[in-house]
């Protein structure tokens, strides 16, 4: 099944260079280059998106191996030691994830207050006893 490309083919070639080092070292897997890239276009898809898990297209594999597969990497901080290696790098944008790309979930959001809600929590704030001289007789 062919996947939609997001990463620029030259700094794909950059990233997968730079993994090659942790293959070397026996810490990842990632001999084919196709699949690690289907991988990697996942994770950064999941990472752009905000989504979750279970909602990663189907063109980059099971959403439960990706995520297991990104676990493992994240345990042995491949993404951190991939974001501070490339940081220096402008040509390498793309893999640059900060909060101007994420989104924050629905619960993140302020509470909602009607202004009837917010007059009954002014009221009952004013109503407690203010002083206690009288409660300790």
């Not at 793309?94 to 009954?120: E, G, P």
Request: charged share 30%; glycine share 4%; proline share 2%.
């Amino acid at each position: 099944m062919e996947f939609q490309r997001r990463i620029p083919d030259r700094a794909w070639a950059k990233i997968y260079e730079y993994l090659q080092g942790f293959v070397r070292n026996r810490e990842i897997y990632c001999k084919n280059e196709i699949e690690c890239r289907k991988f990697v276009e996942g994770v950064f898809w999941m990472a752009r998106s905000g989504s979750q898990w279970r909602l990663l297209p189907k063109e980059y594999g099971e959403w439960y191996i990706i995520y297991k597969r990104f676990a493992k990497w994240s345990d042995r901080g491949i993404w951190y030691k991939m974001l501070y290696y490339f940081q220096v790098d402008p040509d390498m944008e793309y893999i640059m994830v900060d909060s101007t790309i994420l989104r924050a979930h629905a619960c993140s959001a302020v509470k909602k207050t009607s202004k009837k809600t917010k007059v009954w929590e002014d009221l009952a704030a004013d109503s407690r006893q203010k002083s206690t001289q009288f409660a300790t007789l």
